[in-house]
């Protein structure tokens, strides 16, 4: 097996101190290693690791989301009260806002014991598993509040450990292994989501007692309740993990010193670095996701109005669908690591929008769920490419010095824009459809190519 990088020396690691691919044309005087040896980097420590750690990131989000959703519906909670209640994942869009304390401010007793980056990822993890137990030990319909108060808490803590790990991802290896570490932490992800989905709806249904009523918070309670204490995989991972090779931090003078070195200096480095490239990168950034976000939003409206039942759903879209994205994600780690994160970076936007032109072809067709499963398969399949092949590109502009807060910034933007956009999807839809709804989400990937093309003729940014 090939050395694993987390136990390779620091002064051996390339390249430093800047984390970046090529990205003119995937050019590298390195020979391409062979299918064996790319194969193999899944079965290495920190990729293992990544897979673990990546369960942890996937399992807060649908527990503050669609699953909550499902729960506070059948608790009797108005429709427009749940809709309000979305704008919990706004944490996920601003954490580049307290990304710089996660990146250089120490927690007292934790990050000496444990290293920077673990002790964030510990604090998070316990605040996630507390807040999980206090939403399951509450009512929402008797009292929805406190409910709203601890779904906010997992929101910001878990958008508290993505900051910390995906600066842990970066640093615990190199460039050309990023793609792999990528694929990894969205398998992980994506199991998780399954987990937090159908899961907690089947432990949920089990645990109702028969001609008690069609809504139980008993039922609920044990399902959040496990749940809850699923988090403890992560928290087993971070207190085994290695810290990744320490960097030295510049001791602050005064408070404005630290304000410019945490907050400043990790956006005026990428300025630096990219230049005048800077903005072709942050528009691609914004809406390299684009199709699928916007879509996304309408998909499970769009499956009850063609009549597939809850079972069917969860079946082919919350599982099958996972493990196509599964595939895609293994896939596209591991051609991003054969022929270049560009390449396969523009791959993933064309399989992205065409994907979405199926879903209008299934629209025409009513209940078929021989029809779902097929665009189901090639639209997940789809996303999974494109999602490993972006992670890997947002990680190759990245400095290694400012990683968390660099990396928190990248991945807030990629939402923020089709997020806004995909919240007028419902009026959309009731004036002119779902097949033009879906064709125009398809439509909007075309500028995605365009700034893709021209990423990839960009030349790499010198180093410092």
């Known amino acids: 097996m090939s050395e694993t990088l987390s136990d390779r020396p620091e002064a051996t690691r390339k390249p430093s101190p800047h984390s970046q691919v090529n990205l003119s044309a995937d050019t590298d005087p390195v020979p391409r290693p062979g299918w064996g040896a790319t194969l193999r980097v899944y079965l290495e420590a920190p990729t293992l690791r990544m897979l673990l750690l ?25 429709r427009t009260t749940i809709g309000y209640l979305s704008w919990v994942g706004l944490a996920y869009g601003f954490k580049w806002v307290w990304a710089p304390l996660v990146d250089r401010l120490p927690i007292p007793l934790l990050t000496r014991l444990l290293g920077r980056r673990r002790s964030w990822l510990l604090l998070s993890q316990a605040v996630i598993m507390t807040a999980l137990v206090g939403m399951a030990l509450t009512d929402p319909k008797q009292a929805l509040l406190p409910v709203v108060w601890c779904a906010l808490a997992v929101a910001f803590a878990s958008a508290t450990q993505d900051i910390a790990l995906d600066a842990f991802r970066i640093e615990s290896a190199d460039t050309r292994r990023q793609a792999a570490l990528a694929a990894a932490y969205q398998t992980g992800y994506r199991v998780a989501m399954i987990w937090a989905g159908a899961g907690v709806l089947w432990i949920a249904a089990r645990a109702e007692i028969a001609q008690a009523g069609s809504y139980q918070h008993g039922a609920w309670q044990t399902a959040y309740l496990v749940m809850a204490a699923s988090m403890l995989v992560g928290v087993v991972t971070v207190l085994f993990s290695p810290e990744p090779a320490a960097r030295a931090l510049t001791p602050a003078r005064n408070a404005a010193e630290w304000l410019r070195s945490a907050l400043i200096e990790p956006f005026a480095d990428f300025l630096r670095r990219y230049g005048k490239q800077a903005a072709l990168i942050l528009a691609l950034i914004a809406v390299y996701r684009i199709s699928d976000v916007v879509m996304g939003i309408m998909a499970n409206p769009f499956y009850v109005d063609m009549g597939y039942t809850k079972d069917e759903v969860a079946a082919v879209t919350k599982i099958y669908g996972v493990i196509m994205t599964l595939v895609g994600a293994f896939a596209g780690g591991a051609l991003a690591m054969r022929f270049g994160v560009m390449k396969v970076l523009m791959l993933g936007a064309i399989l992205s929008a065409a994907s979405n032109l199926l879903f209008a072809w299934l629209g025409s067709r009513g209940h078929d769920v021989n029809g779902l499963v097929f665009v189901i398969s090639a639209d997940n399949l789809s996303s999974g490419i494109a999602s490993a092949a972006f992670i890997a590109y947002l990680s190759s502009l990245t400095n290694v010095n400012y990683s968390a807060t660099q990396y928190a910034l990248f991945s807030s933007m990629m939402l923020l824009l089709p997020k806004l956009l995909a919240g007028y999807s419902g009026k959309y839809v009731d004036a002119f459809g779902y097949t033009h709804f879906f064709t125009a989400t398809a439509l909007l990937g075309l500028p995605v190519l365009l700034l893709v093309w021209l990423a990839s003729r960009m030349k790499s940014p010198s180093g410092p």
């Open 54 to 78: 990546g369960f942890s990131a996937g399992l807060p989000l649908l527990l503050v989301f669609g699953t909550l959703s499902f729960w506070l519906r059948e608790a009797g909670i108005d």
